[in-house]
């Protein structure tokens, strides 16, 4: 064989060795192709909530939200609650209808402290309109005894004069009934109340028509992070099926717990990201062709630490829950916090919190949040 056979033949081999491993990386894609390969595995969340407060005394009563440090639409029967909706966004991550989100879109907690500060209020109110009804009992009593009194040897009417003494009577039990219940609510500790949140989760997906809550399918909340830092949710579609034509993101980790290594793992600053979630829910995502999920992209703009990921995506409410990919189109974060008064400094939970999350090793306890329970 000639030098020259030689020489082809070396180029000719790593030609093909060169094909060969350039076929088993990774090309980055363009915003476009990730948007169209993903945005069906992107769903939008409806989240129907109220809260219930229950008294020591066993007795309850219901409100839809707190605003300005009040409690709203506040209702003595759950029939005449209102619901509050709120509107966040997750993703499929199995083939059983499991869709990842933040915790906070799911369960929106809050301070009993706040709610405790509201009781203490409204049994000082009560207790004072206990108290001037039973000053106006004892006035209009005082009344009707002085006329009995100063009648009492003239000639008026028998019935009228019966009709006096029957009430004098109802104001007696009334002013017994204030006094009552003014002790009663003096023995109420307002810290012991409880506290609940009922919430109603459902979810819809890209390309769907939504025109009100009954357009979106139901789901439960199997697990919440207990770690305070990871902002995580996992609910389930209540049929248990993820739908084949819906992409499913991949977190890097197999049935096992065990970690595959992705490009997701090497992130740098300034490395272009891009998030698809439902920004302002529903009046962004409305379409004459169904409700459209958006893609925004940024950058990373600081080194990742063990919690969160800090990028210059611009997001709005309704974002919650979005997932974060790379240009590989590879999953890296769970976009859970704004900084506030910008839309420029954003926050994700990174891989490693994901996997941790939802590694079968994990032993989160279920959430036991559902359908308005």
Avoid at 52 to 71: D, H
Avoid at 354 to 373: D, Q
Wanted: hydrophobic share 35%; charged share 20%.
């Amino acid at each position: 064989m000639t030098t020259k056979h030689i020489k082809v033949s070396t180029i000719a081999l790593l030609a093909v060795v060169m094909l060969i491993g350039f076929s088993g990386c990774s090309r980055e894609k363009t915003a476009e192709e990730i948007y169209n390969e993903k945005a069906s595995g992107v769903v939008m969340i409806l989240n129907e909530y109220f809260y219930s407060v229950t008294l020591p005394t066993g007795n309850t009563f219901y409100f839809s939200n707190i605003e300005n440090g009040r409690l709203q639409g506040v209702a003595f029967s759950r029939e005449q609650v209102k619901t509050t909706y709120s509107f966040g966004t997750g993703f499929f991550v199995d083939h059983y209808g499991g869709i990842l989100t933040n915790r906070h879109v799911v369960n929106h907690y809050i301070r009993k402290s706040d709610v405790v500060h509201y009781v203490q209020n409204l049994l000082a109110a009560l207790t004072v309109y206990a108290k001037e009804r039973q000053e106006q009992t004892l006035y209009e009593g005082g009344k009707i005894y002085q006329y009995l009194n100063q009648n009492r040897n003239t000639e008026h009417s028998a019935y009228y004069d019966q009709q006096l003494k029957q009430r004098l009577y109802e104001l007696g039990r009334e002013y017994e009934q204030a006094q009552n219940y003014i002790r009663q609510l003096s023995m109420i500790n307002a810290t012991q109340i409880a506290v609940k949140c009922h919430s109603k989760i459902g979810i819809a997906y890209n390309d769907s028509y939504v025109t009100g809550p009954n357009d979106f399918l139901p789901c439960s909340v199997e697990k919440e992070s207990e770690d305070e830092n990871v902002d995580l949710a996992l609910i389930r579609l209540a049929d248990g099926k993820t739908p084949e034509t819906t992409w499913v993101f991949s977190t890097g980790i197999d049935s096992h717990g065990n970690i595959k290594e992705n490009t997701a793992d090497k992130l740098t600053l300034d490395q272009q990201l891009y998030l698809i979630g439902y920004n302002q829910g529903i009046a962004l995502a409305s379409t004459t062709e169904g409700i459209k999920a958006q893609l925004t992209s940024g950058k990373i703009s600081q080194k990742p630490d063990h919690y969160r990921l800090l990028y210059t995506i611009p997001i709005l409410q309704g974002s919650s829950g979005s997932p974060v990919v790379n240009s590989y189109g590879d999953l890296v974060a769970v976009n859970f916090a704004t900084m506030s008064g910008t839309q420029s400094f954003n926050f994700g939970i990174p891989i490693s919190q994901i996997r941790a999350f939802l590694s079968p090793k994990n032993n989160n306890k279920p959430a036991g949040l559902s359908v308005f329970n």
